[in-house]
């Protein structure tokens, strides 16, 4: 059974099935309460690189040099990919983002590489 992974702006409401929340954004989103964030981890080790970051910049046009950088990165952090599927293997995994765009963006990218490599 593949597992539940969801993807989610962190700017929109907490739902009970969000079941476990993480943001994976390397800096806390600007505006943002810890309280209004309802994250049950932020797992800064799961986003990418300042410097990949600031070269992707959310460019459609860089999404696939980005997948490939950034799927390199998190090669190298195994700690933060146990945390993410062990999570997902309990039950609702939802990767927070802050992103605008909805569809070039870490969460996207790093759910499709969890996915590609779970064992479940």
Do not use: C
Request: proline share 6%; aromatic share 10%.
């Amino acid at each position: 059974m593949e597992p539940d992974i969801k993807t989610k702006r962190i700017y929109e409401p907490a739902l009970p099935e969000d079941g476990v929340r993480v943001l994976v954004d390397r800096v806390w989103p600007r505006g943002m309460t810890k309280a209004k964030a309802a994250a049950d981890l932020w797992l800064q080790d799961a986003a990418p690189t300042i410097h990949l970051h600031k070269w992707f910049k959310h460019d459609p046009s860089k999404w696939r040099e980005f997948k490939s950088r950034y799927f390199d990165e998190l090669s190298q952090r195994s700690h933060a990919l146990t945390i993410l599927i062990d999570e997902a293997e309990r039950g609702r995994l939802t990767l927070l983002f802050s992103s605008r765009n909805p569809k070039h963006n870490q969460a996207v990218a790093l759910k499709e590489y969890l996915l590609s490599r779970s064992k479940f």
